[in-house]
């Protein structure tokens, strides 16, 4: 069997079932519709994260639900954050305020991800978050942004393999860092070949850079994703062990 060939055979075991699709769907409907008895119509809902971007994988997940209100919307965006925790607070559930998100944990460390914000204009692809750091932080993103770019460099496949390969050697690597990892590894590479995509592209690109690779927002050119060294010498020696192995069920499974 080809190294393409096992790869397809894991990516298949890691499908989402219907069931599980429906529970995640279901979930989103809670809190959007607990938001919306406050908030009403108003604000619009996306998915955000691994489902928005159809990189989502069994073996570790999480939902990202993004509320974003229009631009003439004259509250500040702190009091928008504040008002949907203290929504959520209210309904019960138990929140752990982010720097831009609301994250409600479950049990399994599975949690879902609330972000609140404002959009820039009318096509709601540009939006302004605030950031619960410093008083009066705010930050321009594009969820739309971060999925087009997953989608138009055509590496969903890769990433969540790499996503699986990040769980199975136990990693901290934060996945919007981990897919523009991928992404500028595979820059005018071939995808055609999954085994090729790792072994000669993606793992020696680890192995060769992360201690130095700087990984920037692609929604805001401002924003450099924060790895710290330990993170960066754990991926380091990951890549390197992987390299040295005969079997890919040694790599990924």
Known sequence: MSGHEYLLGVLDGQKMG????????RL???IEGVLRKTFGTVPRFYYGGSYGKHTMIRASYDLD?????????????????????????????????KTVALQLPYQGGFHVDVVPGKAQDA????????KNTTPDSTMRTSIKKHIDTVSDNGCR?????????????GLQWKSIALEQTVIGAMFQKQRGDL??????????????NVLTVRLVDPA?????????RGERVAL?????ESLKQKNWNQVIW
């Open 18 to 25: 219907d069931a599980e699709v429906a529970a995640l769907q």
């Open 28 to 30: 989103r409907g809670e």
């Open 65 to 97: 639900i993004v509320m974003y209100f229009p631009s003439t919307d004259n509250r500040t965006l702190k009091q928008l954050y504040s008002g949907a925790y203290h929504v959520l607070k209210q309904a019960g559930y138990t929140i752990q305020p």
């Open 123 to 130: 096509t709601y692809y540009w939006a302004t978050l605030f």
């Open 157 to 169: 496949e890769i990433i969540k393999l790499m996503k699986l390969w990040r769980v199975r050697h």
């Open 195 to 208: 085994g090729v995509a790792i072994w000669e592209n993606v793992l020696p690109f680890i192995r060769g």
């Open 220 to 228: 805001n050119s401002s924003n450099v994703f924060q790895m710290s």
């Open 236 to 240: 380091l020696q990951a890549a390197t």
